[in-house]
């Protein structure tokens, strides 16, 4: 799976943690626009859910030049998932609805879906009928995708012990070039 964490330059749209979130974000947009009434509320959980997506697309291009960013985006796709998998859990507190734990039946074929080649949001979609049944869905992709994000920062944190970053390497060129 490791072959899958750290893209070609530009190449996020085959990253499983940038797929999970494109999931995550059309699931949110969806669940907001049936379920979530007040608008301010409505507008946050979108945003954080373009955002976690947006920062992994903007992250990996930001790549080639500096790793450094890199590493702060992806961070920061992390931090909006998590205040989004908030906002989902206080929706299930909020209307005393079922916070499915790691062991619910549903959550196992949920997950068990993250092994699909071809998974979108239509992927899901059976299991967002309901507003419960959407909230848990949604928050089991956020997991996964937090997961996914946590294994890409620590292969390019990896990666860039083992290769250093732009600067570096620029720098490596010009001596061997020079023949320093």
Known sequence: MEENLIPAHGGYRDLKSFQTTT???DLTVDFCGRFVKDYRMKDQMVQAARSGRQNIAEGCQASGTSKKTELKLIGVACASLEELLLD????????QLVLWDKAHTEVFKIR??????DRSYSTYKSYCEKP???ANTAICLIHQANYLLDQQL???ERQF???GGFTERLYKMRKDTRGY
Do not use: P
């Not at 068990?112 to 080649?117: G, N, T, V, W």
């Open 23 to 25: 999931i995550v974000y």
């Open 88 to 95: 989902f859990e206080d929706y299930l507190r909020q209307r």
């Open 112 to 117: 068990k879906l993250a092994y699909l080649e």
């Open 132 to 134: 419960e049944s959407a």
């Open 154 to 156: 620590r292969a390019l």
């Open 161 to 163: 012990m083992v290769d």
